[in-house]
């Protein structure tokens, strides 16, 4: 899949992941929260270790917005189950 069709992909899932991207040119087309370079499995990697507040990952990513982290859990549930 080629970075247009991924970008459309993501973009056209519920809104509610709309901040949630992948580029190829930022991080190897990893999916990270938009307008960032904080990938997606650096949010889920701080909530599993057993920091399971979003407060936690605000400290540690203080750019992050509330909504970026909800979107970010719920692309893990789309993508993860």
Do not use: W
Not at 3 to 31: C, H, L, W, Y
Not at 39 to 61: C, D, I, R, W, Y
Request: hydrophobic fraction near 40%.
């Amino acid at each position: 899949m080629d970075n247009s069709v991924q970008f459309f992909v993501i973009i056209t899932m519920k809104e509610s992941m709309a901040r949630i991207i992948k580029n190829k040119a930022i991080f190897d087309g990893q999916p990270v929260i938009k307008g960032t370079r904080i990938p997606v499995s650096a949010v889920l990697e701080q909530l599993k270790n057993g920091h399971g507040t979003g407060k936690h990952v605000k400290e540690m990513f203080p750019q992050l917005s509330q909504r970026d982290i909800d979107d970010t859990l719920e692309y893990a549930k789309k993508c993860f189950g």
